[in-house]
């Protein structure tokens, strides 16, 4: 599976403190304190034993490997996949509440194919890589840059044709298609969002540059940047939100270099927010 992907984009946060980081593992690894409880103090954000950069894709790999008899890997490959075959849990409340939901549907699954947990994920992972015409036209998003992203993939696929190609293809007139789309959002904490632009003062904390224009009312215009996505369990505080103009805020969803800049920008908004007292 591809849950590695975020160990290795966020290594620099997750390893930052190695005794911590160990006393996590051991007591998520615990199998005498129940998996909801584990869950819900190593993954969730505010849990005691949270660790920043890990999230429910490595957690849920972690024990796969630690025990791949007993719990399964929740993703979003798997959780696309699940939905597409009609068998995803109704979400409920609680990180560690519906791992312990989907992890149920896994093995009941297992049984009904009569394998084992990897090969499952392998199966979902099977799923998820089928073209979107075997199912139906619908597909989840965590959020509108995720959305952005797609879209952004699609059009990157198409850039090796030339002018004449494209043309041609422009001039095939073919019916629209309705796709579904949904898009998650998530609620922002308003005070948050003005004190980083306070802070920001009307220049992008990322390229150090002004803002680009200004809003109708006059103010300049950046927009709200959450270092590690809500989706993936990220913080809605001002230790964990940046305003950055348009373009940096593409270039570190989409930018070649987008690790780097988010490292960077991390480390810029906590000198930031020291030298202001931000605590």
Same mark, same amino acid.
């Given at each position: 599976?591809?849950?590695?992907?975020?160990?290795?984009?966020?290594?620099?946060?997750?390893?930052?403190?190695?005794?911590?980081?160990?006393?996590?593992?051991?007591? =998520?690894?615990?199998?005498?304190?129940?998996?909801?409880?584990?869950?819900?103090?190593?993954?969730?954000?505010?849990?005691?034993?949270?660790?920043?950069?890990?999230?429910?894709?490595?957690?849920?790999? &972690?024990?796969?490997?630690?025990?791949?008899?007993?719990?399964?890997?929740?993703?979003?490959?798997?959780? &696309?996949?699940?939905?597409?075959?009609?068998?995803?849990?109704?979400?409920? /409340?609680? /990180?560690?509440?519906?791992?312990?939901?989907?992890?149920?549907?896994?093995?009941?699954?297992?049984?009904?194919?009569?394998?084992?947990?990897?090969?499952?994920?392998?199966?979902?992972?099977? /799923?998820?890589?089928?073209?979107?015409?075997?199912?139906?036209?619908?597909?989840?998003?965590? #959020?509108?840059?995720? =959305?952005?992203?797609?879209?952004?993939?699609?059009?990157?696929?198409?850039?090796? =044709?030339?002018?004449?190609?494209?043309?041609?293809? &422009?001039?095939?007139?073919?019916?629209?298609?309705?796709?579904?789309?949904?898009?998650?959002?998530?609620?922002? #904490?308003?005070?948050?969002?003005?004190?980083?632009?306070?802070?920001? #003062?009307?220049?992008?904390?990322?390229?150090?540059?002004?803002?680009?224009?200004?809003?109708?009312?006059?103010?300049?215009?950046?927009?709200?940047?959450?270092?590690?996505?809500?989706?993936?369990?990220?913080?809605?505080?001002?230790?964990?939100?940046?305003?950055?103009?348009?373009?940096?805020?593409?270039?570190?969803?989409?930018?070649?270099?987008?690790?780097?800049?988010?490292?960077?920008?991390?480390? &810029?908004?906590?000198?930031?927010?020291?030298?202001?007292?931000?605590?």
């Amino acid at each position: 599976n591809k849950s590695w992907s975020r160990l290795y984009r966020h290594k620099s946060k997750i390893f930052s403190d190695i005794p911590r980081l160990m006393k996590s593992l051991k007591l =998520f690894l615990n199998k005498s304190l129940d998996i909801e409880e584990r869950f819900d103090q190593v993954v969730k954000y505010q849990g005691k034993s949270h660790i920043i950069g890990i999230g429910v894709g490595v957690a849920s790999a &972690i024990l796969h490997i630690y025990d791949p008899n007993q719990y399964g890997v929740w993703n979003t490959r798997s959780i &696309i996949a699940l939905d597409r075959l009609k068998m995803l849990p109704i979400r409920i /409340i609680g /990180i560690g509440a519906y791992y312990v939901a989907l992890n149920n549907k896994l093995h009941e699954m297992k049984e009904i194919l009569k394998t084992d947990l990897t090969t499952l994920d392998l199966f979902l992972g099977y /799923i998820f890589d089928k073209p979107k015409e075997y199912f139906e036209e619908y597909k989840i998003f965590e #959020n509108l840059e995720e =959305f952005e992203g797609d879209l952004d993939i699609q059009i990157t696929s198409i850039k090796s =044709f030339d002018k004449e190609i494209l043309l041609k293809k &422009i001039k095939k007139k073919k019916p629209l298609k309705e796709f579904q789309y949904t898009i998650k959002q998530y609620s922002r #904490n308003l005070y948050v969002i003005k004190l980083a632009l306070q802070r920001a #003062n009307g220049t992008c904390e990322c390229c150090n540059e002004s803002a680009p224009f200004l809003r109708m009312e006059g103010s300049p215009y950046l927009e709200i940047h959450h270092l590690i996505p809500l989706s993936e369990e990220g913080n809605d505080d001002i230790d964990n939100v940046s305003a950055i103009c348009p373009n940096c805020h593409k270039e570190l969803h989409f930018g070649e270099n987008k690790e780097k800049k988010s490292d960077d920008l991390l480390k &810029i908004i906590s000198k930031k927010n020291s030298a202001l007292n931000y605590k």
